[in-house]
C-alpha cells in the first residue's frame, strides 16, 4: 500500500471517529456527515456517515458509510446547470417566468418584474389570477395544462393590459422535466410584438380601406350617374360573360331593349331637369322590378334601356316585359305630348336565344334593337317579339 494510500485511508478513518464521538457525546443519531477526499489516484471521492449509538450498556455505536462521488457529481452539475440557467434569464432581453405546476412564480427576472412594474417579491409566489385580468388567466392557464399533460412546448398570442397600456406578446412556455422525466416547472418566455401587432392591424386597415375605395371605383365605373344602374360598358361586359356562361350550360338568354316614346319631345315642353328625373324613375322602378342576383337593368344610351335576363326563355322574357310596361304606368308621369298616352310609356323589343360559340352575343342586341324599331313602328307603346 502506499503512502497516499495510507494518508487517504488515515483520513476517513479519522471522520469516521469524529462522527462517532459526536454521536456518544450527544448521545443521539448523527446523519450523513458529509467527506470529501483526494485519493492516491487524485480523484475526488465523497462520502457519506451516519453514526448512531445503540441503547444498551457497552454497545458503542453502529456506523454507516456510503461513497456518494456519483451523487455529488450529479448535484454538482445540476447546480452549475441551474446557475447557468439563472444566468441566461437574467440577461435575456425578453421577459421570462417560472412557475411550479400549480402555477405560482418560482423565478423572473428583471424585465418581467420591468414590464410589471413591480419588484420582484410582489410577484414571486403569486398567481395569475392575482395580478392578471380573468381572460388572460383562462388563456394562459389553459397553454400551461397542455404543456404540464402532454410535455410538449406551446406558443400563442396574448393582449395583455400592463401598467402603461395594452401590449401583445408571442408567448412560448415549456416544461422543465426531472430525471424521470416528468414536468416540475413551467417557463414561460414572453415576446413583445406590440409594434407589430399595431403595423398589422394598420396594413389591414389599410387595404381594407383600398379594397373599399376599389368597389366604390368599380361601382362608379360601371354605374350610370343620372339614374344609377348599370351604364353601357357594365352592360358589355355583363352580356359577354353571361353568353359564354349559359352556352356552357346550354341555357337561354333574354334581352327587353325598351326607350321611352317621345322622350324629345317630353325634353323639350317639360324641361331637361323634369327628362332626367322621368329617366331615373323609370330606371328604378325597372331595377327594382327586375331582381335576380343575375338579371341586369342598364341604361344604353340616351332614353334607352336594356335588359339582361339570363336562364330566362322567350315566355318569361314575354312575363317581364309585360310587368315593365306595368310597373312603368304606375308611375304615372304626366306626357301630354305624347301621341299614344297621357302619361310616359316605353315600347320594347324582345329577343331570346340559346348561346352558341360561332355566333356573337352582339347579334342578340341586334336582334332586340331590331323588335324594338319594329314596336315603334307598329304605333309604340307595345312590345315586339324578334322573328327570323
Excluded at 142 to 170: C, K, M, R, W, Y
Aim: aromatic share 10%.
Amino acid at each position: 500500500m502506499s503512502h497516499d494510500e495510507i494518508l487517504c485511508l488515515a483520513t476517513l478513518f479519522r471522520f469516521f471517529c469524529t462522527t462517532k464521538v459526536k454521536a456518544l457525546r450527544n448521545n443521539q443519531a448523527v446523519y450523513e456527515e458529509e467527506l470529501g477526499i483526494i485519493c492516491s489516484d487524485e480523484i475526488l471521492r465523497w462520502f457519506s456517515v451516519s453514526a448512531s449509538p445503540i441503547p444498551l450498556e457497552n454497545y458503542g455505536v453502529v456506523l454507516v458509510h456510503v461513497n456518494i462521488s456519483d451523487r455529488q457529481l450529479s448535484e454538482q452539475a445540476m447546480r452549475l446547470s441551474e446557475s447557468r440557467f439563472q444566468t441566461f434569464i437574467n440577461n435575456a432581453p425578453t421577459p421570462i417566468a417560472i412557475k411550479d405546476l400549480e402555477g405560482k412564480y418560482l423565478s423572473i427576472n428583471s424585465e418581467f418584474a420591468y414590464w410589471m412594474q413591480l419588484a420582484a417579491e410582489d410577484i414571486l409566489g403569486k398567481q395569475d389570477y392575482e395580478l392578471f385580468p380573468a381572460e388572460n388567466v383562462k388563456t394562459s392557464r389553459a397553454n400551461e395544462l397542455q404543456v404540464i399533460f402532454e410535455g410538449i412546448s406551446v406558443t400563442f398570442e396574448d393582449t395583455i393590459p400592463l401598467p402603461d397600456g395594452l401590449h401583445t406578446f408571442l408567448i412560448t412556455k415549456f416544461p422543465l422535466m426531472d430525471d424521470r422525466n416528468s414536468p416540475y416547472a413551467i417557463v414561460g418566455i414572453y415576446l413583445d410584438i406590440s409594434d407589430r401587432k399595431q403595423s398589422e392591424i394598420a396594413l389591414a386597415e389599410i387595404e381594407a380601406n383600398l379594397r373599399s375605395a376599389n368597389h366604390e371605383l368599380q361601382k362608379l365605373v360601371n354605374l350610370d350617374g343620372l339614374t344609377q344602374i348599370a351604364n353601357r360598358r357594365c352592360f358589355d361586359e355583363k352580356i359577354v360573360y353571361e353568353w359564354q356562361r349559359l352556352y356552357r350550360e346550354r341555357q337561354p338568354l333574354s334581352l327587353l331593349m325598351f326607350d321611352v316614346d317621345y322622350f324629345k319631345l317630353y325634353n323639350d315642353h317639360y324641361g331637361h331637369q323634369l327628362g332626367d328625373q322621368c329617366l331615373l324613375m323609370i330606371a328604378q322602378a325597372v331595377d327594382q322590378l327586375v331582381c335576380r342576383p343575375a338579371d341586369l337593368t342598364a341604361r344604353y344610351g340616351g332614353e334607352e334601356f336594356i335588359v339582361i335576363l339570363p336562364n330566362t326563355n322567350l315566355e318569361g322574357a314575354i312575363a317581364v316585359g309585360k310587368n315593365i310596361h306595368r310597373a312603368i304606368a304606375s308611375l304615372q308621369i304626366p306626357h301630354e305630348y305624347s301621341d299614344v298616352s297621357d302619361i310616359v310609356t316605353v315600347s320594347m323589343g324582345i329577343a331570346s336565344d340559346i348561346p352558341k360559340l360561332d355566333r356573337s352575343p352582339y347579334v342578340l342586341i341586334n336582334q332586340a334593337d331590331q323588335a324594338l324599331y319594329y314596336a315603334k313602328q307598329q304605333g309604340r307603346n307595345r312590345s315586339v317579339i324578334f322573328t327570323d
